[in-house]
């Protein structure tokens, strides 16, 4: 007679408990990189998408009503809103509009995780919960152009993203001179790309989209890396010029590089979401402005916003952004 040998129950089970351990090991990492791979897709389209949106108004400044009364307290406000309604939807396909105090309607959540996961905030409703510096420490008087302390409104798109407007109708233009970015920004998105789902953290499913310039405006969606290339590398406290900061992101990672003046300036204006609302650092761009042992380059402060133009051979900061 044949004898046939297999597994008992036990070897069974035991087999089943490692495949088991394995998967809960495993499935999770795999999940998150599925997710962020999918967000971001979705980032970069619709980036693309607002982009091209933008790129069809002839301006972005003066859009609804903004009053205050001699306290500065705000008796109308219909900016976000109306920019919405009389600007966006012309050029960009909305399913649902949410005016202030209704964010959460559009699915705005009411907190989100900043950048490096740690904190948690409020979900900001106004400019000045935006970013305070939007709106204090400003040395603008000889510029054109303010900031008002808007609220914001929000909508939903087609492909459903919530997102909110951060709206400053009082947005002036580009110059080559030495200006300040709070003047410059017109408006700034923050975006949810699956509405109230988790995990709501900045650089996940959250992030920003920023328009600068009344006229022939400049869109960008910035993701940065989570620390400055020094905080990261403790031998090394500042670069040694605007040449060596790009080799500063690549020895951070081959993925991240150096962000152009505007990003930076978004960065700036988001600065609370990626936990760099108190700093005060001078950082160097990647933007050049001239070649040659006296060349210039542009620098973003975040002690006041101020945008400035620096021989390269000074030292500054590196903050990266990912590719």
Partial sequence: MKRFRGFTLAEILITLAIIGIVAAITLPSLLVNVNEKAWDAQ???????MAQAIGQMNTLGGYGQ??????????TDTAAESFILDALS????????????????CGIPSKIATLDAVSEINFPTKMSELNAKLLNGRHVADEDGDVADTKAAAFETVN?????????????????????????????FVYDLNGTEGPNQVGKDVGF?????????????????STDYASTVPQYTETSGQTDAPTACNTLGEDLRLP??????SLFVNAPLINMGENNNYYW????ISLGTTGLGWTQGFDRGGRNRVTRSTTFYVRCLKK
Wanted: aromatic share 10%.
């Fill in 209 to 225: 989209i920023t328009a600068f310039y009344n006229k022939n405006p400049v869109v960008v969606a910035p993701i940065p890396y």
């Fill in 160 to 188: 459903g993203e919530s997102i909110a407007v951060f709206y400053n109708p009082l947005c002036s233009s580009d110059t080559t001179a030495i200006h300040y970015v709070q003047n410059r920004m017109c408006v700034n």
């Fill in 66 to 75: 903004f009053e205050t009364d001699d306290d500065g307290v705000a008796t």
């Fill in 285 to 288: 761009s990647g933007s050049i």
């Fill in 260 to 265: 152009d003046r505007d990003e930076f300036a």
């Fill in 43 to 49: 980032r970069k389209a619709l980036h693309a998408r």
């Fill in 90 to 105: 012309k050029v960009y396909k909305i399913n649902n509009v949410c005016g202030p105090d209704k964010l959460s309607s």
